[in-house]
């Protein structure tokens, strides 16, 4: 079940893209106390990069330079109590970060935030209802494997069961995205998704042809001169 979990991580693709440069990163939510703390992470030459901010007020900002959109994420600390302490159940909200400026507000959680100001997280917003179905696919087999009880999911056959369907929903999904990159051959998801092809063990020949359909921009990037490195 770790490979279904890890797929559906991997299902937050990225959708259009800017140059390397700067970004603001502002946000207002509507809890904020004289300890609390924001954090910003996401990936930059191969690490995780963490900073933080105060956020005494519900009123934060980052700022930095990317060389290319970054998954990233923000974590809220109410009582400054440290990232570390947090645990998985933290506040927290994924989004991708480019450069540019970017807001997130809320009036709730820092989960239930608005992005605006980014044409990346506009876009991303598109493609996530096309991948809804098979969201939903996924999700169900993670809900039907950990709802059943301990002893069957110990059973052979019902894992049998289960990695089936998986492998059912994975050639629907590949299918879906290998349209996508035909057919977007400058859009940052092309590539993002020919990466995540690579790390699912797709057949490196395949991967190579797509990747020679992207645009010289994407085969170019960071992102793209890596994986091409891997070909």
């Not at 927290?92 to 970060?97: H, I, N, S, Y």
């Not at 087999?141 to 059912?168: H, R």
Request: net charge positive; glycine share 6%.
């Amino acid at each position: 079940m770790k490979k279904i979990i890890l797929i559906i991580i991997t299902m937050l693709p990225l959708v259009g893209w800017a140059i390397d440069g700067n970004f603001l990163l502002k946000g207002k939510i509507s809890k904020g106390t004289a300890k609390a703390k924001i954090y910003l992470n996401y990936k930059l030459n191969g690490k995780m990069k963490t900073i933080s901010a105060p956020c005494p007020n519900g009123i934060f900002e980052f700022k930095g330079t990317i060389p290319e959109p970054k998954l990233a994420r923000l974590i809220m600390d109410y009582k400054g109590i440290g990232l570390e302490a947090l645990g998985e159940e933290a506040d927290a909200l994924v989004f991708f970060l480019e450069p540019g400026n970017i807001t997130v507000a809320t009036t709730s959680t820092l989960k239930n935030a608005v992005v605006t100001g980014s044409k990346l997280n506009e876009e991303n917003k598109k493609f996530m209802v096309l991948l809804k179905p098979i969201n939903a696919s996924m999700n169900a087999i993670v809900t039907d494997f950990y709802s059943a009880p301990e002893t069957k999911q110990q059973s052979a056959e019902f894992k049998n069961e289960m990695d089936a369907k998986l492998k059912d929903v994975g050639v629907k999904r590949r299918a879906v995205l290998n349209e996508y990159v035909k057919s977007h051959p400058s859009s940052f998801i092309s590539l993002q998704t020919l990466m995540e092809a690579f790390e699912e063990n797709v057949d490196v020949k395949k991967i190579k042809a797509l990747f020679n359909t992207l645009s010289p921009q994407l085969r170019n990037s960071p992102s793209g001169k890596v994986l091409n490195s891997k070909l």
